[in-house]
């Protein structure tokens, strides 16, 4: 027969005959693959579906997982020994204080309540830093809320252990990012870790170099508390508060408002030389000589603050109610403030859309809407003058009401969430620079804060 591997089409045939076994055993694998699955799915009475949502709840459960996984490995970088100088004496020197702040009438009935631990000063450069969290919290223990739930309030660190969550201010963190947690702590599953902080990033790179350390809050924090609409909780500027259409129309008395108007422009401010360029803004507008703004605060002539500076507001046309920052969502209770009174306010800070999405329609003036402080000036005094277009500014109040909920308390919002049942680590913040730097900030251009859908 010769040598077969002379013959010059053997390896043809091979390869042929190679394809052919090989498509089939394929085949069959997969004809077993399916058979074995429909099989366990019968005897499980599973159905493809219920097979799909199996394999994405065991996803799910993986990527919890590794959050703790990576939470753990955080806690355990900034609480090694060897970088952290952590003690419950020392941690701000307020902890004796701290204990003082908080009214305490707890029970023995108390400890069933789930504990909330006040972790740091709202401000680390202010003496009443800790006292300050009386603008989110009742500060007694336990407290009560008009919703129903009630929680244990503490400052004591020797509680960390057991604690449902753990405030922890941004602002009153600690220089060194390695000495704020305790040497070896690990948080239990249970502990929620909630970061509060009401100001925009601008403010926090002229006074405090959070910005440099903020991967190291990266896997910390389960909730955030801020000034982002985005945020776990949010709105404590305005108190969670909305304004609603009225049903019908609730007439003013439009002749005597408009008759105690007598001067032009109010200003209150005590953060002086701020990012957003608001100082040389509102400067600019005296400067016009067309309007006329009264100055009270620290950044006044006088230096000092005024306790009587919104005594007076009916008679002020308009209220400058500028921000120390231009960032996106960044409005602030200057604003909301206003809206309450019969005055104007002229805005300086988030986008445009930011504020419709707030506030009432034509209830403010955006200074985006103005090429200059001088355009701005000229239309402010054109309203002086026309007292009927100024009072279209006025008008919502008849159509729009203030709806609050019962329990504007950040605290009480916190307090309600710790006894809702929730997948672990739902809401863990992973990446948290990244999250820091979702909203964008315009430095001193307010012209950028126009229209926000083309900045965000």
Known sequence: ??????????YKVLTVIFLVLFLYNSSMLLYNYDNINTIEVSEKSYTHQNMETKLNENIY????????????????????????NYTTSNFYKYYQ???????????????????????????????????????YFPLESPFTCKNGFSCRLTTDHDKLTEASAVMVSLPGLPPDSNTWIPGGYIPPDHQKWVAVWAEAPWYFAQHQNITSWLQMLDDIFDWTASYHSDATFTGFYRQNCSYVKRKTKQPMDKELILKSKNNSALWVVSHCNSTSGRDKYAQDIQATGLINVTVYGKCSTSGE???????????????????????????TEKFFKMLKQNIVPVVMGAPRSDYERLAPPNSYIHVADFTSPTD???????????????????????????DCPEFPWLGCQICQKLYQKEAPQKDLFRNFTSYWNSKKCYGQDFTNTRISEDNM
């Open 97 to 135: 204080d701290g204990l003082k702040v908080i009214n305490k009438t707890e029970d023995d009935n108390s400890n069933d309540l789930k504990l909330i631990l006040l972790y740091d000063p709202v401000f680390r450069n202010f003496k009443d830093g800790l006292d300050q969290w009386k603008w």
């Open 61 to 84: 459960l993986k990527d919890i997982e590794s959050k703790q996984t990576n939470r753990k490995t955080k806690f355990e970088i900034l609480s090694n020994p060897n970088l952290s």
């Open 305 to 331: 603050k005024t306790e009587d500076a919104f005594k007076n507001l009916d008679n002020y046309y308009f209220y400058l109610s500028f921000e120390n920052s231009l960032c996106d969502d960044y409005i």
């Open 376 to 402: 701005l000036a000229k239309y402010l005094l054109h309203l002086q003058n026309n007292p009927d277009e100024y009072y279209e500014y006025l008008e919502w109040k008849e159509w729009y009401q203030l």
């Open 1 to 10: 027969m010769g040598n077969l591997t002379n013959h010059p089409h053997v």
